[in-house]
């Protein structure tokens, strides 16, 4: 059964056509914006790009910069809570949002996940284990890190970067010089190769009041740096299951977190080490939508729109595989299967290593 820590703290939820505000359009804010539907809430999008995937089922959305901060301020004004779907967002923005509104999560979940550097750090301070990491800022720093961590490494940009992008690896061959003229003037991190047998993930929700749900942990496969699947059950014996759910809750209670969360683990003899941390509804969860009475994208609303947490409790195996790109042309195939539930995300524009939908393939659980 999924961990719960239950509090006698009670706060009034939303109501039925209150507004959730949603920075970020693409498809997660498409997912979380059917998941409030589901509960009789609306919400409102703040996106900069033009026609983004959650326009199609959103109740209202604002095409405009995050620098925009008359535009801002009146999206803070027609919302009763704001979220994210991702977290890369500017700090300015968020100094304006939180004068007008509250936003789950808070501030200092962003803060630690947006750097590498801090994020490593802040972990390892929670007694947490991670790769061995160091920070890189100029050719003799990068020299220095690869002197005490090696050349089993990869230099990483401290922001921004996903999918696969913004890092290299670095082997015995690699020339530390060429490596560090694609990244001059950009604050890096290089991280120690971790000999792990599989990674896996646990998504974790957190209400205002302190109680904690977490899903089954899954396993997850990448191709080309982008996730391809995520299997559940993951390969965890009893303990490690449990030390991955209770890792995940320490997690959350240290930053106070109010949503989902999706941490990265790998899996080693030496125990549980964690990869990273997303504060967001996360792709590897995208199970949960078929395996789960209530899944993870609910589960997110429920939290900041301060409702009850469901429990999270699987009733299926699964298997949850993305369509990068021309992988969507599968879909009609797909669609004649009847162990698979379809997710398409309404692109249009079918680019390489763009993610264009998801199916899970369902299987009675063990």
Partial sequence: APLFQKSPVMHKPLKTGDVIGILGGGQLGRMLSIA???LGLRTHIYEPSADPPAADVAHRVITAPY???SALIAFAKSVDVVTYEFENIPTTALDILEQHTAIHPAREALR????????KTYLNDLGLKTAPFAAVNSFETLTSAISEIGTAA??????LGYDGKGQVRLTDASDPFEIWQRFEGLDMILEGYVAFSHEISVIGARSTCGDIACFDPGENFHRNGILHTTTIPARL?????????LLTAKIMNALDYVGVMGVELFVTPQGLIVNEIAPRVHNSGHWTQ???AVDQFEQHIRAVAQWPLGDGSRHSNVVMENLIGTDIYRAEDLAKDNNVALHLYGKSDVKPGRKMGHFNRISAKD
Avoid: F
């Fill in 36 to 38: 409030a539907a589901k």
């Fill in 67 to 69: 620098e925009d901060g």
């Fill in 112 to 119: 630690v996940s947006q750097d590498r550097l801090i994020e």
């Fill in 154 to 159: 990869i230099l990483k940009t401290r922001r």
């Fill in 237 to 245: 014996s009893a303990s490690q299951r449990t030390d991955a759910i």
């Fill in 290 to 292: 078929n395996g789960c």
